[in-house]
T-cell receptor
Framework: DAKTTQPNSMESNEEEPVHLPCNHSTISGTDYIHWYRQLPSQGPEYVIHGLTSNVNNRMASLAIAEDRKSSTLILHRATLRDAAVYYCILRDVSSNTGKLIFGQGTTLQVKP | KAGVTQTPRYLIKTRGQQVTLSCSPISGHRSVSWYQQTPGQGLQFLFEYFSETQRNKGNFPGRFSGRQFSNSRSEMNVSTLELGDSALYLC????????????FGQGTRLTVV
């Protein structure tokens, strides 16, 4: 399984944008980039995923480097409810499995 | 639409006992995966079931087993419990399982004493 590298922790101020980086230099052509987050005392929740192009949804945006070796999850206006552990995960679309391989993730603190 | 339901939410067991945890996926979802979360190891994949068949398995001893029923509900069983099995056990369901969005339950907190 291809590996991802994320900073252990980041801080942000409320209502400011947050850019959460992820490095995946060994990504293969069939790997999708997924982001999940885990709020305190809850199971992980899906945030966004993409393959090559930048993606937007109601929660966040995903910016993918042209060589796909890195990506950035963008929260446009952080709120206190966005304080969570954010996981960047690669999923091989050809592997026919629902398996998710979680790294250590980035713990995001949001300050009021 | 009801979410993923895991029961029980909390459980205390003694070393050597066995335990069964249950997971009811979202209606229509055929893939159910199980994960163990501990402070030291983080979130680790246990196994995945799809249409009553185990499709993938993580690196856990044979004491950890599971099954899936025809209605997609899944159970996992841990036999001969050890103190190190104390963890939050999470299950996730998805429609197809390949790269679809996974929905997680709240988890079962197992404490082994």
């Amino acid at each position: 399984d291809a590996k991802t590298t994320q900073p252990n922790s980041m801080e942000s101020n409320e209502e400011e944008p947050v850019h959460l980086p992820c490095n995946h230099s060994t990504i293969s052509g069939t790997d999708y980039i997924h982001w999940y987050r885990q709020l305190p005392s809850q199971g992980p929740e899906y945030v966004i995923h993409g393959l090559t192009s930048n993606v937007n949804n109601r929660m966040a945006s995903l910016a993918i480097a042209e060589d796909r070796k890195s990506s950035t999850l963008i929260l446009h206006r952080a709120t206190l409810r966005d304080a969570a552990v954010y996981y960047c995960i690669l999923r091989d679309v050809s592997s026919n499995t629902g398996k998710l391989i979680f790294g250590q993730g980035t713990t995001l603190q949001v300050k009021p | 639409k009801a979410g993923v339901t895991q029961t029980p939410r909390y459980l205390i067991k003694t070393r050597g006992q066995q335990v069964t945890l249950s997971c009811s996926p979202i209606s229509g979802h055929r893939s159910v995966s199980w994960y163990q979360q501990t402070p030291g190891q983080g979130l680790q994949f246990l196994f995945e079931y799809f249409s009553e068949t185990q499709r993938n398995k993580g690196n856990f001893p044979g004491r950890f087993s599971g099954r899936q029923f025809s209605n997609s509900r899944s159970e996992m069983n841990v036999s001969t419990l050890e103190l190190g099995d104390s963890a939050l056990y999470l299950c996730a369901s998805s429609f197809q399982g390949d790269f679809a969005e996974a929905f997680f339950g709240q988890g079962t907190r197992l404490t082994v004493v």
